[in-house]
């Protein structure tokens, strides 16, 4: 399994950014490495609620469904899956200071014999989230204005 576990600090209360952040089609505006998120389900979110994502990998875009198997007033699990790989992620909000600070763990457990790549693949994975951490930070700091 490769874990990516990131925290980011933001200006806008815990309450706006998890209202924003728990509605996952949002993530194609702050994630770079996920150009198409779209809700499928209709409906407020809620667990069960599904996505449609398309990730760049590797120069390739790979399809993830999504559905929500947790949610409550300031947490949200969705796992995702493809014919290659099961992503879980987790987005927990809690205040700091002024603002909040933004937990985004994911785990990636790689499908079938391609487990084998999974130590030679473990630093793509971890080098997506800088420029997705990055990203929802200027987005979040950017609605607290």
């Known amino acids: 399994m490769i874990t990516v576990d990131e925290t980011v600090k933001t200006t806008l209360p815990p309450t706006e950014a998890f209202e924003y952040l728990k509605n996952f089609e949002h993530t194609s505006e702050w994630d770079p490495g996920t150009p198409v998120v779209e809700k499928t389900s209709t409906g407020p979110v809620a667990v069960g609620s599904t996505f449609h994502a398309e ?34 992620d987790t987005i927990s909000v809690t205040p700091s200071g002024p603002g909040s600070a933004v937990r985004y763990e994911a785990e990636f457990t790689i499908k ?25 930070k200027r987005k979040l700091d950017s609605l607290a204005r």
């Open 112 to 136: 079938g014999w391609k487990r084998i790549a999974e130590p030679f693949v473990k630093g793509t994975f971890q080098g997506l989230a800088e420029p997705a951490v990055d990203g929802m």
């Open 55 to 88: 990730a760049e990998f590797k120069g390739k875009r790979q399809p993830l469904e999504y559905v929500v198997t947790a949610l409550n007033e300031n947490s949200i699990t969705l796992r995702g899956e493809n014919g290659t790989v099961v992503s879980v």
